[in-house]
């Protein structure tokens, strides 16, 4: 109950107050894994928590605050809501990690290259998978697995292979941060391109986006 005296609300108000928001902000947490988990089927890996560029594992100058596993649990492809809030209760202030080169592999670029690429290929009414917009600036194009291996044969045969491109491959062994994460205090992470039932489980070939995402590349360089 939120007790007031004066028209100024107590101490005992604005923690219940608090705790209701935490509540409320746990549960849109809880939902938005099991959407992950239930129905993209995908993995879900807890983050080492960050605000402010200092990241909550203590490590000196870590490398990726906010961005690395808090430890080794994982929850599963296929969990229930009921699931997910039991284990995201034992993480409390954990960002959420999609584990990369299982169901999907990312082509990472700049951001304003990856959003008017991005329309290109709509126009061009190519398949495109999930794109996340990352709070550092950088745009994740979700692709089948595989890409990171093949990237360097792809851009060769494509006659990409001796420019200079902002354009990565993101392969097994690292993950990405999904919304609603914020990232160590730089802003939240933010769907640009949000996930459905067939581009979820089947993301596109890297080779039929690769061509697009190479060119917009290489002219957002060349300004």
């Known amino acids: 109950m939120v007790f007031t005296i004066g028209g100024i609300r107590t101490m005992s108000g604005i923690r219940e107050t608090r705790s209701g928001s935490r509540r409320r902000a746990r549960a849109f947490e809880c939902t938005e894994?099991?959407?992950?988990?239930?129905?993209?089927?995908?993995d879900v890996t807890p983050g080492a928590p960050g605000t402010a560029g200092r990241c909550s594992c203590g490590r000196t100058g870590c490398a990726a605050?906010?961005?690395?596993?808090?430890?080794?649990?994982?929850?599963?492809?296929?969990?229930?809501?009921?699931?997910v809030n039991a284990a995201w209760s034992r993480v409390p202030g954990a960002t959420v990690l999609l584990p990369v080169g299982r169901s999907f592999d990312v082509i990472?670029?700049?951001?304003?290259?990856?959003?008017?690429a991005l329309v290109r290929?709509?126009?061009?009414?190519?398949?495109?998978g999930p794109v996340l917009a990352t709070p550092a600036g950088r745009a994740h194009f979700f692709v089948a697995p595989g890409a990171s291996a093949e990237?360097?044969?792809?851009?060769?045969?494509?006659?990409?292979?001796?420019a200079d491109l902002d354009?990565?491959?993101?392969g097994p062994g690292t993950h990405?941060?999904?919304?609603?994460?914020?990232?160590?205090?730089?802003?939240?992470?933010?769907?640009?391109?949000?996930?459905?039932?067939?581009?979820?489980a089947?993301?596109?070939?890297?080779?039929?986006l690769l061509g697009t995402l190479a060119y917009i590349c290489h002219r957002s360089a060349a300004r």
Request: glycine residues 12%; hydrophobic residues 40%.
């Open 33 to 42: 894994v099991a959407e992950y988990t239930g129905l993209w089927g995908w």
């Open 65 to 83: 605050p906010g961005t690395h596993p808090l430890g080794r649990d994982e929850i599963p492809a296929g969990s229930t809501l009921g699931e």
């Open 108 to 116: 990472d670029v700049a951001e304003p290259a990856g959003s008017r």
């Open 121 to 128: 290929l709509e126009r061009m009414g190519l398949p495109v």
């Open 151 to 162: 990237l360097p044969e792809l851009l060769y045969r494509m006659g990409w292979d001796d």
């Open 167 to 170: 354009l990565h491959a993101l």
């Open 176 to 200: 990405i941060a999904a919304p609603p994460s914020r990232v160590a205090g730089l802003g939240p992470v933010r769907w640009l391109r949000p996930p459905s039932l067939d581009t979820a």
């Open 202 to 208: 089947g993301p596109p070939q890297a080779r039929l």
